[in-house]
């Protein structure tokens, strides 16, 4: 019942969902603001090596922000999670791959990078306040809770409190990455097709 140890992981999951959407989906609408998207779309490389090459540096860089803010949460808040790390970490890479989906997918709608932004903050937000960070998903409604299940969010905050507070391996884990894993693939799916088509 620790306020710190309750919330902190939650945190640590925003910070990581807000870089991995907002980033991605600014990234290509920049390229279409600045004129260069029709260059990279003539070009020989492959539509899958651009996009990959556009979101594996977002992917990377909310690695390192949820690495540093476990060495924040171990060293300043006293932290010290009763499972392992690689759980987390294997988790969160597999996250990312739906976060950055999402992102993707804001881009190949957006024309512009404000809207982008206010697209992604919006979601973002939503995402997080029907995650069960702030309010817990039991005291929810019943409508309120289906909602949450088609929430990425809630399972990653989810795993994060099951490997900080129980000791969650590999093994606990699975519902929640094949569910991870399915949104990964419905997210990144939408924005290719998506992208193919508006690109021709």
Known sequence: MNYKVFMVPGILVMLVTMIGSTFASN????????????QINVSPIKKYQFILGKLIPFWMLAISVLTIGLLIARFVYGIVPVGHYYTIYI??????????????LLSTYAQTQQQS??????????????????????SMPGWAQIITRFNPVSYFIEVMRM?????SGLADILPQIFAILGFAVFFNGWAILNYSKRTG
């Open 27 to 38: 990234n290509i609408v920049r390229e279409k603001e600045m004129g260069t998207i029709e």
């Open 91 to 104: 988790f969160a890479a597999i996250y990312l791959l739906a976060v950055l989906g999402l992102g993707l």
């Open 117 to 138: 932004m206010l697209v992604s903050f919006f979601v973002t937000m939503i995402f997080n306040l029907m995650s069960g960070l702030y309010t817990p998903i039991e």
């Open 163 to 167: 490997v900080m507070l129980k000791g």
